[in-house]
């Protein structure tokens, strides 16, 4: 059990597990810096290989579509490379894409939305702790973020040696500490595991998962565990000998603990994060300095807003501006992270006149993102101040997991004014009405909408002129979603409950 305090300060990986839902959260020095939940209902899809069938081929576009036995077909584009750096894109292969019919072995590289499927790639990888396994594509690569040439001719020289024909490698980061037998054993764990699904593939017959990027688990073993982590903290007996089982497989060497959280307090509390991850779901994020940022998310991008709040800083307003936009550039960096946020993200920046402050804000985003484990990209700053980066798809962003669409605004995050929604019934009596056979209507309406057109007199300048021979009836109806009705011909009757508009 952890009772030493000190360790608060410390970068821990704590592991919250309940019966339907699982949640990692990275600490880095005392603060939350990464969270990720998966529900025992709903795997993430990204990573996983599948026999998949072609269902229609589109040459204008050099794509396909793939049934890989989910809700929505795949969306296969031929020019999709392996995107683990950008620097060795140019240099993979583009594959054939096969004919409507055909099998393919797909991997998913993206989620899929409501609206669309999940992006796949014909070049297949398999993640290692150490390396990715290029199962096939004749490529060694090595991570950007080891600089050292000496170290990345080592690691070419060593995967080159290791790779089998055909196929290929990239180092990780977490090779900057791993020795060779380290990297050695976990290429030939990775072959393996190649070999199995290549087995799999040849004795399916049909469209299945054939290999599967495994759950939340041993994803943050494979890639949140280093030579930094201090230990591993799960409030869940069980998991935490999986958690040990799973270090001993395939980080022998971590030196960390792993302890499993049995006090009262919530796992949240004691290490005091709860405020942290209820502010995730929230668009507005605090400054210290009382500046603030605003982060929204659209279907194609995600936009963040700079202000400077109450901040007054000096009696200069660039310097005042300057040092918001600094900090905020931390506090960025941090959410991306923290909030799993991927495509493309455009920052607006508050305006400042001095170039020079504007490329150190550049330079210090840059700085931030390099230590992101997620592979990013920043551009310079536009003539209006605004800030482009694109940071990899990594899985679901953390909102989609914990939230479900609202049923009553649709996602929009906004309802329809009682005005409106009157105007809109008032158009559907109109039409009812154009049949002058019909002299009663029926509207149905969610209680809360009933109520407000009882109680505001709604159309009674209507039902005293044009309408005056008409009878109208406001039926509350708890069946309905929150601001919806429904207009029909009240011919037939009017039900119970039903309400006289005068």
Request: glycine share 8%; proline share 2%; with cysteine.
């Amino acid at each position: 059990m952890y009772t030493d305090d000190t360790d608060k300060k410390k970068n821990i990986i704590l592991v919250d597990s309940e019966a339907s839902y699982t949640t990692v959260g990275l600490m880095e020095n005392g603060k939350l810096s990464e969270l990720y939940s998966e529900s025992v209902d709903e795997r993430q899809t990204s990573g996983n290989i599948y026999k998949g069938k072609v269902t229609n081929v589109v040459d204008g576009l050099r794509s396909a579509f793939v049934d890989i036995g989910g809700p929505r077909t795949g969306f296969w584009y031929i020019d999709e490379a392996l995107d683990h750096k950008s620097d060795i894109n140019e240099n993979l292969p583009k594959k054939i894409i096969a004919k409507e019919g055909e099998y393919v072995m797909v991997q998913a590289v993206k989620e899929g939305t409501d609206l669309k499927g999940p992006k796949l790639s014909s070049n297949i990888s398999i993640p290692g702790h150490y390396v990715v396994y290029l199962y096939n594509l004749d490529f060694i690569g090595v991570s950007g973020k080891i600089t050292s040439d000496a170290l990345r001719a080592r690691l070419t020289g060593l995967l080159s040696s290791l790779a089998p024909e055909g196929r290929g490698f990239i180092a990780r980061t977490s090779c900057l500490t791993a020795t060779d037998d380290e990297i050695m054993q976990e290429a030939k764990f990775l072959i393996k595991a190649g070999e199995r699904i290549q087995k799999r593939w040849e004795n399916t017959d049909h469209v299945a998962l054939i290999h599967n990027e495994g759950n939340i688990l041993y994803r943050t073993i494979r890639d949140m565990l280093s030579d930094k982590i201090d230990g591993i903290v799960c409030n869940n007996k069980s998991m935490t000998e999986d958690l040990r089982q799973m270090i001993d497989t395939f980080c022998p060497l971590f030196t960390g603990t792993v302890e499993f959280y049995d006090r009262e307090e919530d796992i949240y509390d004691y290490y005091d994060i709860g405020s942290d991850i209820a502010e995730i779901y929230s668009p507005r994020v605090e400054l210290r300095s009382g500046g603030f940022l605003i982060i929204e998310k659209t279907e194609a991008l995600t936009a963040i807003d700079v202000n400077t709040g109450k901040f007054l800083g000096t009696d200069n307003r660039e310097d005042t501006v300057f040092r918001t936009n600094l900090e905020a550039v931390k506090e960025i960096a941090r959410q991306l992270r923290l909030r799993n946020i991927g495509g493309i993200i455009v920052v607006d920046f508050i305006d400042m006149l001095d170039e020079d402050h504007k490329v150190q804000v550049v330079e210090a985003m840059k700085n931030e993102l390099f230590f992101d484990r997620v592979k990013t990209r920043v551009l310079d700053m536009s003539g209006l101040g605004l800030v482009e980066i694109t940071r990899k798809k990594m899985g679901k962003e953390l909102g989609s997991v914990s939230h479900n669409k609202c049923p009553y605004c649709g996602g929009t995050g906004a309802l329809l004014l009682d005005a409106y929604v009157s105007r809109n019934i008032k158009y559907r009596l109109k039409v009812l009405f154009m049949n002058h056979n019909v002299s009663i209507a029926l509207i149905f309406a969610h209680p809360v909408l009933a109520r407000h057109l009882i109680d505001d007199n709604t159309f009674s300048k209507e039902c005293s002129g044009i309408w005056s021979h008409k009878r109208i009836y406001v039926v509350p109806d708890e069946s309905l979603e929150f601001g919806r009705y429904n207009v029909v011909s009240g011919m037939g009757g009017v039900p119970s409950g039903g309400e006289l508009l005068t």
